[in-house]
């Protein structure tokens, strides 16, 4: 087993395109770390220079103690699972996961044993004489994992493996490439544009966006403490509620859609550098689980006007507008194309039985002692 280690790494195209700029990062023995973020980011070819694939333009890569910069990838000791599965249409199953070996000159016997006990490992034992074309998605893509992990790797490295299967199988084949991961204890590299899986699967996600690590952490303090506002955006579905307001004097309450929100004093005392915005614009971030309906006179809500809502039987997803300006961050989410200010949208998580339907003028309570809060110019988290 191995660790893997990045230092200062970038990636400058002849053509002086920098589209990975000085990344570190450290993945130790058996975690699991996924890459996010959003196309063209950079994420795929951080993987693919750690795979040999792409030259290092500076900076140093080490697997376990071995700086592997100049060292040609079927010498890295990795295996990689591909976006497109890349199996062999000709060969069975067996010869699609024995290929590599067979190319090491492994006894034919060896070879065997090593494509049944994986074959069994991925539930393909039935399927070993089959040809790619005779399998569905999910079978292929365990077909590919089985060709990565019987060549026993130091390092695993996954490029979206699971983007062209359906969204059914999609969640299931994420809990079984952990559980793959788990009994093999590798260091893992996952690269994946989609946010939930990047949640659902990583021991920890480093969050990339325009070449830059943003932020690496567990899920949930990417969640909860996200570092700016493109974080904070990414993660979460739906997405976080980014509005224009403005503290109150003494940073005691926000003003936001013209109503006023008290912060308790608890605020405060875990955003110690808030009271400097006294009296100041600010961006707040409410996520839509932290917005309740209030009684059509309760203090603490801001009018709104439901727009859109989806029945999801635990939960209603309601769309609003308020009168504030939202924000929208610049490829945090798939539709904005800018960072750009648009009339007060936003989605509120609420329960599954609540009498709420399109057209409706409602007030929504948000819980203040959530509130995420943001420097409106520079998008930077304040804590």
Same mark, same amino acid.
């Given at each position: 087993?191995?660790? *893997?280690?990045?230092?200062? *790494?970038?990636?400058?195209?002849?053509?002086?395109?920098?589209?990975?700029?000085?990344?570190?990062?450290? *993945?130790?023995?058996?975690?699991?770390?996924? $890459?996010?973020?959003?196309?063209?980011?950079? %994420?795929?070819?951080?993987?693919?220079?750690?795979?040999?694939?792409?030259?290092?333009? !500076?900076? +140093?890569?080490?697997?376990?103690?071995?700086?592997?910069?100049?060292?040609?990838?079927?010498?890295?000791?990795?295996?990689?699972?591909?976006?497109?599965?890349?199996?062999?249409?000709?060969?069975?199953?067996?010869?699609?996961?024995?290929?590599?070996?067979?190319?090491?000159?492994?006894?034919?016997?060896?070879?065997?044993? %090593?494509?049944?006990?994986?074959?069994?490992?991925?539930?393909?034992?039935?399927?070993?004489?089959?040809?790619?074309?005779?399998? +569905?998605?999910?079978?292929?893509?365990?077909?590919?994992?089985?060709?990565?992990?019987?060549?026993?790797?130091?390092?695993?490295?996954?490029?979206?493996?699971?983007?062209?299967? /359906?969204? %059914?199988?999609?969640?299931?084949?994420?809990?079984?490439?952990?559980?793959?991961?788990?009994?093999?204890?590798?260091?893992?590299?996952?690269?994946? !544009?989609?946010?939930?899986?990047?949640?659902?699967?990583?021991?920890?996600?480093?969050?990339?966006?325009?070449?830059?690590?943003?932020?690496? /952490? =567990?899920?949930?303090?990417?969640?909860?403490?996200?570092?700016?506002?493109?974080?904070?955006?990414?993660?979460?579905?739906?997405?976080?509620?980014?509005?224009?307001?403005?503290?109150?004097?003494?940073? %005691?309450?926000?003003?936001?859609?013209?109503?006023?929100?008290?912060?308790? /004093?608890?605020?405060?005392?875990?955003?110690?550098?808030?009271?400097?915005?006294?009296?100041?614009?600010?961006?707040?971030?409410?996520?839509?689980?932290? $917005?309740?309906?209030?009684?059509?006179?309760?203090?603490?809500?801001?009018?709104?006007?439901?727009?859109?809502?989806?029945?999801?039987?635990?939960?209603?997803?309601?769309?609003?507008?308020?009168?504030?300006?939202?924000?929208?961050?610049?490829?945090?989410?798939?539709?904005?194309?800018?960072?750009?200010?648009?009339?007060?949208?936003?989605?509120?998580?609420?329960?599954?039985?609540?009498?709420?339907?399109?057209? /409706?003028?409602?007030?929504?309570?948000?819980? +203040? =002692?959530?509130? !995420?809060?943001?420097?409106?110019?520079?998008?930077?988290?304040?804590?």
């Amino acid at each position: 087993m191995a660790t *893997i280690n990045l230092e200062n *790494i970038k990636k400058i195209y002849p053509n002086g395109y920098e589209a990975v700029h000085d990344i570190s990062l450290s *993945i130790a023995e058996g975690e699991f770390m996924v $890459l996010v973020g959003p196309s063209g980011c950079g %994420k795929t070819t951080l993987l693919r220079m750690v795979a040999g694939l792409e030259d290092i333009s !500076h900076g +140093s890569l080490k697997i376990g103690e071995k700086v592997v910069n100049e060292v040609s990838p079927k010498d890295r000791d990795i295996a990689m699972v591909f976006q497109n599965y890349a199996l062999y249409p000709h060969m069975t199953v067996a010869e699609n996961i024995g290929f590599a070996l067979k190319l090491k000159k492994l006894p034919k016997e060896e070879i065997g044993n %090593k494509v049944r006990a994986a074959a069994e490992l991925l539930g393909l034992t039935e399927w070993l004489d089959r040809k790619p074309r005779e399998l +569905s998605g999910g079978q292929r893509q365990r077909v590919a994992m089985g060709r990565a992990i019987v060549r026993e790797p130091s390092v695993l490295l996954m490029d979206e493996p699971l983007s062209n299967l /359906d969204a %059914k199988l999609r969640v299931k084949m994420r809990s079984e490439v952990l559980k793959i991961q788990r009994q093999l204890g590798v260091a893992t590299m996952y690269v994946t !544009h989609d946010q939930t899986e990047a949640m659902t699967m990583g021991d920890r996600v480093a969050v990339l966006n325009s070449g830059n690590l943003l932020q690496c /952490d =567990t899920p949930q303090n990417l969640y909860d403490y996200p570092i700016d506002q493109f974080v904070a955006s990414f993660i979460g579905s739906p997405a976080i509620n980014l509005y224009q307001a403005e503290l109150t004097q003494g940073a %005691k309450g926000l003003i936001l859609a013209g109503e006023l929100i008290d912060l308790p /004093d608890s605020v405060l005392v875990s955003h110690p550098i808030l009271e400097s915005y006294a009296s100041k614009q600010i961006t707040v971030g409410i996520r839509p689980e932290d $917005l309740s309906l209030a009684d059509e006179l309760e203090t603490n809500a801001v009018g709104a006007v439901v727009e859109i809502v989806e029945a999801l039987g635990s939960e209603l997803i309601v769309h609003f507008t308020i009168k504030a300006n939202s924000i929208t961050v610049e490829g945090a989410i798939e539709e904005a194309e800018t960072i750009m200010e648009s009339k007060g949208a936003g989605v509120a998580r609420i329960e599954p039985r609540a009498i709420v339907k399109a057209g /409706d003028n409602v007030r929504l309570k948000p819980n +203040s =002692t959530a509130f !995420h809060f943001f420097d409106s110019v520079t998008g930077i988290a304040i804590y």
